[in-house]
């Protein structure tokens, strides 16, 4: 397993944090895979508040969708789905707030719009937090507690490959900052952990990618690097 270790400050674009090296060689040996031809196309919404919504963008839009950045409670209507990027949970949740998507985004969460957060992401998913600001809120929807800047300040970013439930060969895994599952409720299912070894150090076993229903979240990026993978997962989700 690498272990880039890295001191970053907040806010950072996540492309720029990762290794050339290891865009060469996501590029190289995965490009994304081939779009989703034909049928019509979905739009998926990316929440662009904060954080890395051009990636999340150019991911998606290599997938076939049509996709945007939404920062009104009006872009909110005709979407298919919406991804929740990576960032700043504390600002984004200010954010949401203070451009009055808050409780437009929770009544779709709760009607069932398919959702999928990364990181920061994953933080507004989740229905508790751990290591939260005091008045931080989150949208919720999924079932779970998640532990904020989890992996300690040594490893404020670093890369690993992990099994992905659902997908043949592993992710090449990039957290920065990153939170972990703590605990899930019985209706999630969990999709990929920090694998054993002694790298991961107290890590080992942690959860960092779920989905219950039509909410999905990872505690890393797969947005960075061209693997389209679990995007595409979640396109399919939105599709179904
Ligand atoms: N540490 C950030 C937070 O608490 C998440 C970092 C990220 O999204 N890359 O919101």
Redesign the pocket.
């Known amino acids: 397993m690498s272990h880039h270790v890295r001191r970053n400050s907040p806010g950072t674009g ?1 492309a720029r944090m990762v290794s050339a090296a290891t865009r060469r060689r996501l590029g190289a040996s995965r490009a994304i895979a081939s779009p989703v031809v034909s049928r019509s196309a979905l739009t998926i919404g990316v929440l662009a508040v904060q ?1 890395d919504v051009r990636e999340h963008v150019r991911v998606l839009t290599g997938l076939g969708a049509h996709s945007h950045g939404i920062r009104r409670p009006t872009e909110l209507t005709d979407l298919d789905g919406l991804v929740i990027p ?5 600002t984004m949740d200010k954010l949401v707030r203070a451009f009055d998507l808050f409780d437009p985004l929770r009544a779709l969460i709760a009607g069932g719009l398919p959702v999928y957060g990364s ?2 992401g994953m ?1 507004m998913l989740a229905d508790r937090i751990a290591e939260g600001r005091p008045d931080q809120q989150t949208l919720g929807g999924l079932d779970i507690t998640v532990r ?2 989890a992996f300690g300040r040594q490893v404020d970013s670093f890369e690993s490959s992990l099994d992905f439930a659902g997908l043949a060969e592993p992710v090449h895994a990039v957290f ?4 972990w599952v703590e605990e899930v409720g019985n209706g999630v299912e969990v999709l990929a952990r920090v694998p054993d070894g002694a790298a991961a150090g107290a890590a080992a076993g942690r959860i960092v990618a779920v989905r219950q229903g039509p909410l999905m979240a990872t505690s890393f ?1 797969p947005e960075v690097g061209g693997d389209g993978r679990v995007h595409r997962m979640f396109v399919d989700l939105v599709r179904q």
Do not use: D, K, L
Request: aromatic share 0%; hydrophobic share 30%; net charge positive.
């Open positions: 996540a954080g990576g960032g700043e949970s504390t990181c920061a933080i904020r800047n920065i900052r990153a939170p990026h």
